[in-house]
């Protein structure tokens, strides 16, 4: 190595210092250091308080990582200690990727929005609505739908199609369960064909487009990827998003050699005792589904992944559908997509409670509007949401911000981790 060849190399790593502490700093002038530490300090108190038996969080802001940590346990029994990459059943999370999933194939023009779904899946045709059942004979009485489901509906959870085992109407709930109709989260037997077509034999809960009614909406859309792109889901969400995305932990039933990262499952008892998840969480569901092979891929509740993963899902969306300067969807979709579609006609259901003027997106996002930004720190303009297992994510354009927040326990009373832990954030933002 001769002397130029050198003194480039001392001069381009001086420079490389300097870029880094430059960073650095630039990130400390963005949050307070120890106000950011009020992050660790929620997440210890609810460890302490056994709500959660660990977690891992992270933070990103205009691209870079400035916190990331994990804490606790993995699992408790064997005091595996919680590790940043380890992953997480997300349940709905998986809603806002199958959304891209079926906005990428609107891009392709393989549907209009307002197409009624019964093109597509014939068992949809002229629905039906529940008018009454009866417990005691287990029959019930429908009436005419005014109009056919539509693609919007499906995306905006309008289309009266509830949810089997849980977030349900008890009577529909029944319903399900007698035709055999399953829940989505955790479900492996079967084939999304097979139980889709099932589902559209079955009533609604009410007129499509009269409410918000949190369902199997998004599972249906996977079924009907599977239609429009002439591939299976799972292999559907690596070609297009999962590989794009370096999404590479995510996965509706994990490799052998992942498994060993799945973060155990626990309940929090009244007692304040956590407690291992060992029986089944609905008729037939095996807490430990993503371990399991299964036929039925579910779109609306089947994914696990990690916190980066997720990460990289989001930013997707802050820069307007480019992942590393490669585009993956047009701009103006991004835009259409996370525009608010429930309009004041649109009733919002009790299952699961909503927030005053809460408003959603074709993107499986609740969204931060003008209506609605009294209610928390979130800027105008930012979207996200949650997982039954108690995981949070959330993205922020205004600032920047990037924030996901995994734990994993099963109809948890502590939800509202994910609210705290926005507070947390913002109170130690440098604005």
């Known amino acids: 190595m001769n002397l130029t060849t050198i003194n480039r190399a001392v001069i381009g790593s001086a420079l490389s210092s300097i870029f880094l502490l430059t960073n650095v700093q630039a990130q400390e002038k963005q949050f307070d250091q120890d106000r950011l530490l009020k992050i660790d300090a929620l997440i210890q108190r609810q460890i302490s308080a056994k709500h959660i038996p660990g977690a891992t969080a992270l933070v990103l802001k205009d691209g870079k990582v400035v916190y990331e940590k994990a804490f606790g346990y993995a699992d408790v029994e064997s005091k595996r200690k919680m590790q940043t990459d380890d992953i997480f059943r997300i349940a709905s999370q998986s809603k806002a990727i199958t959304s891209l999933g079926v906005m990428m194939l609107w891009e392709e023009g393989k549907f209009l929005l307002d197409d009624p779904i019964s093109k597509y899946i014939p068992a949809f045709k002229a629905p039906s609505v529940l008018k009454a059942y009866d417990a005691q004979s287990k029959t019930y009485t429908t009436i005419a739908a005014k109009r056919e489901i539509t693609v919007r509906d499906l995306l905006r959870h309008t289309s009266g199609i509830a949810y089997p085992a849980v977030f349900s109407d008890p009577t529909m709930a029944k319903i399900y369960e007698q035709a055999g109709v399953p829940s989505g989260i955790g479900t492996t037997a079967g084939t999304l064909k097979e139980k889709m077509e099932l589902l559209g034999r079955q009533p609604l809960q009410h007129q499509p487009g009269e409410a918000f009614t949190y369902g199997l909406n998004i599972d249906l859309l996977g079924y009907l990827i599977e ?7 799972d292999v559907f969400m690596e070609n297009r998003i999962f590989r794009p995305l370096e999404m590479k932990d995510t996965y509706f039933h994990l490799p052998l050699e992942k498994q060993k990262r799945l973060v155990s499952l626990y309940e929090s008892r009244a007692d304040n005792e956590l407690v291992k998840v060992n029986h089944p969480l609905y008729e037939g569901v095996d807490p430990n589904f993503p371990k399991l092979k299964g036929s039925y891929l579910s779109g609306g509740a089947g994914l696990s992944a990690t916190t980066r993963d997720m990460a990289n899902f989001y930013s997707l969306y802050l820069n307007k559908g480019l992942f590393n300067g490669k585009r993956l969807i047009g701009g103006k979709t991004m835009e259409l997509m996370l525009q608010n579609q429930l309009g004041n006609e649109v009733r919002i ?9 809460f408003q959603f997106s074709l993107a499986g996002f609740a969204l931060e509007t003008a209506k609605n930004d009294y209610l928390s720190p979130l800027s105008q303009g930012a979207f996200g949401w949650g ?12 600032e920047g911000l990037i924030a996901i927040l995994f734990t994993q326990e099963y109809l948890s009373p502590y939800f509202s981790i994910g609210e705290e832990f926005q507070i947390a954030l913002y109170q130690a933002l440098n604005n």
């Not at 259901?349 to 003027?357: G, K, L, R, T, Y």
């Not at 997982?387 to 205004?398: E, I, R, S």
Request: hydrophobic share 35%; net charge negative.
């Open 349 to 357: 259901s009790a299952m699961p409670p909503q927030p005053e003027n």
């Open 227 to 233: 239609i429009w792109s002439g591939q299976a889901l």
């Open 387 to 398: 997982g039954a297992f108690n995981t949070h994510g959330w993205a922020d354009p205004k």
